[in-house]
């Protein structure tokens, strides 16, 4: 599979599959996973210089604030179905 087919597949399950990934206290509660894997790939594309670990920590959650502060979007460290929508459509 090429790289422009797997991301075309990754941004039809993150619309398939939205979740809420709440990041506000990722440097106490090890916040993990397949989505947040996604999430800092999302955020690379967009300027973020993440480690894509899966593991969200103050820097995956820096970089979240950074990005929805830039796009005018409220809620602080969450990803919610408004967040994921303006990481995919860029």
Do not use: C, P, Y
Not at 36 to 49: C, F, H, W, Y
Request: no cysteine; proline share 0%.
């Amino acid at each position: 599979m090429q790289q422009d087919d797997m991301n075309v597949a990754a941004v039809e399950e993150i619309r398939v599959n939205v979740r809420i990934i709440n990041l506000t206290n990722a440097h106490v509660t090890s916040v993990t996973g397949r989505q947040v894997k996604q999430l800092q790939g999302l955020l690379n594309a967009t300027g973020a210089t993440l480690k894509v670990d899966g593991m969200a920590g103050d820097k995956t959650k820096d970089a979240l604030i950074a990005f929805k502060r830039v796009q005018g979007l409220g809620g602080g460290a969450v990803v919610d179905k408004q967040t994921w929508t303006a990481l995919v459509e860029g």
